[in-house]
């Protein structure tokens, strides 16, 4: 699959890189179902206990990239220990307007304006209850865009509930910057809001299902040592079992003047790597092992994720990388780097 990746590349790179999402998708789908794909990493022998759970390794599928859970048994053959599908709304969504989607080849970057386009909460859970892969699924949620912001909780604890029995963990996702003041919801007031009512509602869940479930929040990379701050302490008063830092920026710094460089949305790839780093980074200085921290964001080699690991992270999550690297990041990332 490495050396077929390297091949095809130039070849998708031509389509429209929404089309040609669709397409490599659909190829994996095939390649899986006829057996031409095995798990190009070694999960299993090294697990690690994050958050209650044994994931298999410590390299996962970032959320974005199958945002339907249609491809889970594909996606896991390549060899990822966690695979986190979404982001998926209570209701379906077309998204923003195409083209919402641009790659940067010379920046190793990509920029989306999606817009959390999805089919829905109840096609998501129909998918994962179908899929085989007994391993850790990670479920994204986020709120329908025309939910008034303050009915925004109402979207998340709907999200919530829909999910919790068929989910390793969820992630709640309030830092894409393509769905209007979401980011809002990073606020102070807005923030612990939320998470209050989450925490409530999970813990009703657990009772009810008889099942620990871990509420995970994915942050931006887009703010200041006080914003820093105050989303680590809503994290402790309110008991979150992790966070993922971080999400796709607003910066367009190691993009200017190029192609598609100016277009509006989240800047994720290599221009990231270092802004993502920091934040994991500063993060952990504010948390330490108290709440554990997934590492996204600017992972296009093994070096990439074992200074988040090095930053403080318990595992990492990779989509750019996967793209413009290919399955081969994954089996490079399992046979080479180290948690702390």
């Known amino acids: 699959m490495p050396g077929l990746y390297s091949l ?32 190009s990493g070694r999960p299993g022998e090294h697990p690690l206990e994050v958050m209650g759970l044994s994931f298999p390794s410590l390299v996962g599928l970032a959320a974005g990239l199958d945002k339907n859970g249609d491809h889970i048994d594909a996606l ?16 379906p969504q077309p998204g923003n307007p195409k083209p919402r989607l641009f790659r940067i080849p010379q920046a190793e970057a990509i920029i989306n304006r ?8 109840d096609h998501l859970v129909a998918q994962v209850k179908r899929a085989r892969f007994q391993g850790i699924v990670g479920i994204n949620i986020g709120k329908n865009f025309d939910t008034p912001m303050d009915k925004a909780v109402d979207d998340y604890v709907l999200g919530l509930q829909k999910v919790y029995p068929y989910a390793s963990y969820v992630t709640v996702n309030i ?6 003041n979401l980011r809002d919801l990073q606020k102070k007031d807005q923030l612990g809001g939320l998470l209050g009512a989450l925490k409530e509602q999970q813990h009703a869940l657990r009772q009810q299902h008889d099942k620990q479930v871990p509420l995970v929040l994915k942050i931006a990379p887009d703010m200041d040592e006080a914003g820093l701050g105050v989303i680590a302490d809503t994290l402790l008063r309110h008991e979150i ?9 607003l910066s367009r710094e190691g993009v200017q003047g190029l192609p598609h460089g100016d277009e509006q949305g989240g800047l994720s790839g290599a221009p990231l790597t270092d802004r993502s780093t920091q934040v994991v980074k500063d993060l952990y200085h504010l948390l ?38 290919g399955p081969q990041l994954v089996r490079d990332i399992i046979e080479s780097c180290h948690p702390r």
């Open 8 to 39: 095809l590349r130039p070849l998708v790179f031509r389509l429209d890189p929404e089309n040609a999402h669709k397409l490599t998708l659909s190829t994996l789908e095939l390649a899986h179902k006829t057996g031409l794909i095995r798990a």
């Open 76 to 91: 896991a053959a390549l060899g990822f220990g966690f695979i986190e599908v979404g982001t998926v709304t209570p209701r």
């Open 175 to 180: 830092s894409s910057p393509n769905t209007a």
């Open 241 to 249: 079992d992790g966070v993922i830092a971080t999400n796709t920026t």
């Open 114 to 121: 999606m817009g959390f386009n999805n089919l829905g909460v």
């Open 288 to 325: 330490g092992d108290r709440i554990p921290i997934i590492a996204a964001g600017g992972i296009l080699s093994a070096e990439d994720a074992q200074a988040k690991l090095d930053a403080g992270a318990k595992l990492v999550q990779i989509y750019s990388g996967l793209i413009y690297r």
